[in-house]
C-alpha cells in the first residue's frame, strides 16, 4: 500500500503526539518525590501554616504540598470535622477519591484510541489500494489492432519452430473452419530453450503475421505480497483478453508462477504461488474452442513447470527452441547487418562458423560491437577487422591496455598453459579448429585464452567427450611438465571445473562409464548425484586417465609444445593459420 505525502505527514504528527503526551505524563508522575509524616507532624505543620494544599481520598493515605512546594503524605485519618478544620486553618482541601484512576484510565483510553485511529487511517486505503493493483494489469503491453510490426520475416533461423507456429497463424485467423471439423488447436504454445534464442521474437511474430494485439507479461508480474492478488491479476489480464476477441497473450518467464507444487506434505499446498498458478490453469481450461486465443509460454527451465501446466488441453505443444546451426548462423547475421554499412569483404559465411553455440541474442550482439568498434574509429565501413575484434570482446572481454605489471615468469606460464590447451586440441580432435591463441590478458580476468571451435554436430559422442576433458587438461599438464608439481597455479581452475562437469555428466547422467553401467544416477539419487562416493570416485578416476594421457602426449610433443610457446613470447597472438603451419612442419604425428 502506498500513501501520499501528506498522509504519511499526518501519521507521523498523530504518533509523535501520542508519544509525547505519554512521554509528559509519566515524567511528571515520576518527578514527584513524597516525604512520608506521622499525623502528629501533619497536624504540627498545619498549625504553623505550612501545609497548602491537601487532596482527600479514601485510600490509606492523603497527599498534599508543602507552602515551598514538595509533596508529602500521612494517614488519613477518616474522622468528622477534619475537611473543615483543615479549612479553617487556611489549607486549600480537594477532593481526589478515584480521580488519579480515572486519570490514568484516560489517558490509557487516549492511547488506545490514537493507535486504533492511525491504523484505520492507515489501513481504510487498503481494499482501494488492493483493487488499485489489481486494475494495473489493464496497463500490459497492449499495440492495439495494429499489434506488432514484427512477422516472421524478420525471424532469422529456427525454421521449424516458425512452421508450428504458422499453423497457430491460422487458427487465430479462421478458428471456426478448425470448429467445422471438430479439431482443437492448441490453446497454449510452451517455448523453451536456452536464453537469448529468440522466444520473445517468434511470440511477438506470432501476433504480427496474425495481426491480432499481443498481450506480453512476466511470470513475475502475478507474484505479489498481497493474498489473492495474483490470481485476480490472471483473471484480468484474461478478461481483457477475451474483451479484444481474437490475440496473442505471452507469458515470459513463466517458471516464475508455474513451478511444480510440491503438496500439502510441505505445508506449502495453499500458498500465494499456489493460487495464482490454478488460477492460471483454471483461465486457461475455460477456453472455448472458437475464441481465437492463444497463450505463448516461454521458459529456460521446463524441467521446474507442473505437469498440470503442460497437459493436453492447456499447453499442449511444447517447442524446443535451439541454438542456431551454421546456416541459422549466418541468416541472424545476414539480418543483423541489413541496417548496417557492412564493407563487401566481410564474409559472414566464415563468421557464422566462428561462432558455434553462439544464440541469436549473442549475434546480435556481436554485430552491435562491430559497428560501434568501427563507429569510434571513424571508419566508413564495418570490416572482418572490427568483426573479429568485436568477436573476442565478446567472448573473452576487451584486452587489458595496461600489462606493465605482469612479469615475465608470468607470461611464460601463461604461454605454456595457452599452447598445452592449442596442442592438445589439434593432436586428439583435428576437426576442431583453434582460431587464436593469445596470452593477453582480458577484462574477464582470463591471463589469455585459446579459442577451440568443435564442428556442429547433432551428438557428442563419448569420444568426443572424453577428448574435451583432455583439451581442458591441457593447460596443467603443460605446466606440471614445464615447471614441475610444485610450480603449478591457479589457472587451471576454471578448467578443472569443466573437465570435472564433463566427467560427472558422463558417468552419472549418460551411462557412458562400464563399471557404473547404463544408470542415470540423477534419478536414482536425485539430482545430488555428485555427492554420492561411487560417483565421486569413478569421476576421479577417470579425469586421473585422462590427466595421464594428456600428459604423455605433451611430454611425446615437447618440440612442438615449445615452438608454440616461443612464438607466443614472441607476437603474443597466435592465428589459425600460424598454429596450424607450426604443427604441419612436424614430420611425425603422435
Do not use: W
Amino acid at each position: 500500500m502506498k500513501l501520499t505525502k501528506k498522509k504519511k505527514i499526518l501519521a507521523i504528527v498523530i504518533l509523535i503526539a501520542i508519544i509525547t503526551s505519554l512521554g509528559i505524563h509519566f515524567t511528571l508522575n515520576n518527578k514527584k518525590e513524597y516525604t512520608d509524616y506521622s499525623y502528629t507532624e501533619f497536624l504540627d505543620k498545619v498549625d504553623i501554616g505550612e501545609i497548602n494544599k491537601v487532596f482527600l481520598s479514601d485510600n490509606e493515605k492523603i497527599t498534599g504540598t508543602l507552602k515551598n512546594g514538595k509533596y508529602f503524605k500521612t494517614d488519613n485519618p477518616r474522622t468528622e470535622g477534619f475537611k473543615e478544620k483543615l479549612l479553617m486553618s487556611g489549607v486549600t482541601v480537594e477532593e481526589n477519591s478515584g480521580n488519579t484512576s480515572i486519570k490514568d484510565i484516560g489517558t490509557f483510553i487516549f492511547v488506545i484510541l490514537g493507535f486504533a485511529g492511525i491504523a484505520y487511517f492507515l489501513n481504510k486505503n487498503s481494499p482501494k489500494q488492493a483493487e488499485k493493483e489489481i486494475t494495473k494489469m489493464s496497463n500490459i503491453d497492449d499495440d492495439g489492432n495494429n499489434s506488432s510490426v514484427i512477422t516472421f520475416d524478420d525471424v532469422a533461423g529456427n525454421e521449424e519452430v516458425k512452421e508450428s507456429l504458422k499453423e497457430m497463424v491460422d487458427f487465430i485467423k479462421k478458428p471456426e473452419k478448425y470448429e467445422k471439423y471438430g479439431a482443437r488447436m492448441p490453446r497454449g504454445v510452451m517455448l523453451y530453450g536456452p536464453p537469448g534464442t529468440g522466444k520473445t521474437l517468434l511470440a511477438k511474430a506470432l501476433a504480427g503475421e496474425a495481426k491480432v494485439p499481443f498481450f506480453a507479461v512476466t511470470g513475475s508480474d502475478f507474484i505479489q505480497v498481497y493474498a489473492g492478488l495474483g490470481a485476480s491479476r490472471i483473471r484480468s489480464l484474461f478478461k481483457k483478453a477475451r474483451e479484444s476477441e481474437k490475440c496473442v497473450i505471452f507469458i515470459d518467464e513463466i517458471d516464475a508462477l508455474g513451478k511444480k507444487r510440491r503438496g500439502g506434505a510441505s505445508g506449502s499446498g495453499n500458498d500465494e504461488s499456489d493460487r495464482t498458478l490454478n488460477a492460471l490453469l483454471t483461465e486457461m481450461s475455460g477456453f472455448k474452442g472458437s475464441e481465437g486465443i492463444v497463450v505463448v509460454g516461454a521458459t529456460n527451465r521446463i524441467d521446474t513447470l507442473d505437469e498440470a501446466l503442460l497437459r493436453p488441453g492447456r499447453f499442449d505443444r511444447q517447442i524446443e527452441v535451439g541454438l542456431p546451426d551454421v546456416n541459422a548462423r549466418h541468416k541472424i547475421l545476414k539480418l543483423h547487418s541489413r541496417n548496417k554499412p557492412v564493407s563487401k569483404d566481410v564474409d559472414l559465411g566464415k563468421v557464422a562458423y566462428q561462432t558455434v553455440y553462439f544464440s541469436g541474442a549473442k549475434l546480435e550482439n556481436l554485430m552491435n560491437e562491430s559497428a560501434m568498434i568501427a563507429a569510434k574509429r571513424n571508419e566508413e565501413k564495418i570490416t572482418m577487422i572490427h568483426i573479429d575484434k568485436a568477436y573476442y570482446t565478446v567472448v573473452a572481454g576487451e584486452e587489458k591496455k595496461d600489462r606493465s605489471a605482469i612479469s615475465l615468469s608470468d607470461k611464460k606460464i601463461t604461454a605454456y598453459h595457452e599452447s598445452g590447451h592449442a596442442l592438445v586440441t589439434k593432436l586428439v580432435s583435428p576437426e576442431n579448429r583453434v582460431t587464436k591463441v593469445t596470452i593477453i590478458p582480458s577484462t574477464k580476468g582470463a591471463g589469455g585464452f585459446s579459442m577451440n571451435l568443435p564442428p556442429d554436430k547433432m551428438y557428442r559422442t563419448k569420444r568426443d567427450i572424453m577428448n574435451n576433458i583432455m583439451i581442458a587438461l591441457g593447460g596443467r599438464a603443460a605446466e606440471e611438465i614445464i615447471f614441475g608439481k610444485d610450480m603449478i597455479t591457479t589457472g587451471a581452475s576454471n578448467d578443472i571445473e569443466k573437465a570435472t562437469d564433463m566427467a560427472l555428466t558422463m558417468i552419472s547422467r549418460l551411462g557412458m562409464d562400464s563399471e557404473s553401467g547404463l544408470v542415470n544416477y540423477d534419478v536414482l539419487l536425485g539430482h545430488n548425484s555428485g555427492t554420492n562416493a561411487h560417483v565421486q570416485g569413478r569421476v576421479k578416476s577417470l579425469i586421473d586417465d585422462q590427466y595421464k594421457k594428456t600428459r604423455k602426449l605433451l611430454e611425446e610433443n615437447r618440440d612442438l609444445l615449445d615452438k608454440i610457446t616461443n612464438r607466443l613470447l614472441e607476437t603474443e597472438n597466435i592465428n589459425e593459420d600460424e598454429l596450424n603451419e607450426i604443427i604441419e612442419n612436424k614430420e611425425t604425428l603422435n
